[in-house]
């Protein structure tokens, strides 16, 4: 890997889907009202990964092997959905 | 609210610094490498917040608020960070 050669990274974004009761966003939203932070009306809490792929990996390849570990590895179908973005 | 009228959206991503081991991240690696995805040379796990905002904040008071939510509420400076957008 070159000094110019950046790793390829994949930023995964997971949430539960909208039609399941988020507690924890919830909680937060709660507290944020008691610490005198009117403006926000609601909160959803999700995770967050990032994903650094080898150099070697072409744009498509690295597109479906990212999707493949974001719906099998990542989320929970049953309850969470993801969205991702890859950047070079 | 008119149907024409979506409120205002924050998404704030908060981060382990690069300084500090993420366990968490680690775990998650290596059982990638055990699932034979071996295109996957490292991962970092953070939190993502969806913050829904009052329509009636204006884009430079919902960015200073949101700022300030971020940085006292949602990251531990001592380890963490966060970077964030608007969306309106």
Redesign the interface.
């Known amino acids: 890997m070159s000094l110019y050669n950046f ?1 390829m990274k994949a930023h995964v ?3 539960l889907k909208r039609t399941v009761l988020d507690a924890q ?1 919830q909680t ?1 939203a709660n ?2 009202r008691r ?1 005198h ?18 150099d070697s ?1 072409a744009h498509d ?2 597109k479906s ?1 990212v999707e ?2 974001a719906s ?3 989320t929970n179908p049953v309850i969470e959905e993801f969205t991702y973005t890859l950047e070079n």
């Open positions: 790793p974004y997971v949430t966003g937060i507290s944020l610490l932070h009117p403006a926000v009306t609601d909160v959803r809490q999700g995770k967050y990964f990032v994903l650094t792929l080898e990996l390849a690295a092997e493949r570990i099998e590895v990542l």
